[in-house]
């Protein structure tokens, strides 16, 4: 039996590598606190330009829904009235209308 002459020999015979291999420490994850701190701002301001859209977007979408809960509530009131309008007369139908609009003035 050869004893191993060269720190490359391997004795199952391995040999295709041309130095020994050091430890494996990885060196990606230490980078300067500058440049770190760099990622974290251009990060946070992605975000907040982010949270920003979503708020647009979510107000436009209110805006919308607002608009056509005020067209059904005002197509319910017209039904309501035209239905008073074929019970009543047409003059105490516009003096419950009136009324009815002071009072909503009154509690908002």
């Given at each position: 039996m050869s004893?191993?002459?060269a720190p490359s020999l391997r004795k199952n015979g391995k040999q295709w590598h041309d130095t020994p291999r050091t430890a494996f420490r990885p060196t990606s994850?230490?980078?300067p606190y500058?440049?770190?701190l760099l990622?974290?701002?251009s990060l946070s301001a992605t975000k907040s330009k982010e949270r920003e859209m979503k708020a647009?977007?979510?107000e436009e979408r209110q805006r919308r829904?607002?608009?056509i809960k005020d067209r059904r509530e005002k197509k319910a009131e017209k039904e309501?009235?035209?239905k008073m309008a074929e019970k009543m007369h047409a003059k105490r139908v516009e003096r419950v209308r009136r009324r009815e609009k002071r009072n909503k003035m009154l509690k908002s």
């Open positions: 004893t191993l002459t994850s230490l980078t500058s440049k770190r990622a974290q701002k647009q977007k979510e829904i607002q608009i309501r009235y035209e």
